[in-house]
């Protein structure tokens, strides 16, 4: 079963994310209270634990924790990366539609800086809200 992991937030780009209890996303924005969040195709950023285990734990600067690669959403069960652009997803009370796969990593990311490498770039995803609603972690991850 692929579920969410942790809910994570930041007031600021480019630094790692805090998780949070619980995040309510809403339509044309993401989740609230986000640095990311607006209206544009980028709302809400996944990333797997299954590409954080792919990093070479040897090359960390520091512990990782979730939220660590500034993704809204860590989650587990599912290989992002691998889901086409268009897919929608149903998470916690929402539905998101999956509109970019990866990114382009920017010079003096602190989340470079502070981990020593970026997965995010090459298996993190981005997904616009379509339903709003609240997500939590432990909260079921289903392709609709």
Known sequence: MARVLSVNISETKGVVKKPIEKGYFEVDKGLV???????????VSLLGQESIDKIDK??????????????NLTTEGIILYELPLGTRLRIGETEME???????CHTGCAIRHLVGDCVMP??????KVLKPGW???GDEIEII
Do not use: M, Y
């Open 33 to 43: 209270g986000d640095a990311h969040a607006g209206n544009w195709h980028r709302q």
């Open 58 to 71: 040897s090359k960390l600067k520091e512990e990782l924790c979730l939220g660590a690669f500034a993704e």
């Open 98 to 104: 999956v509109t970019q796969i990866g990114k382009e």
């Open 122 to 127: 090459r298996e993190g995803i981005f997904t």
């Open 135 to 137: 997500i939590k972690p």
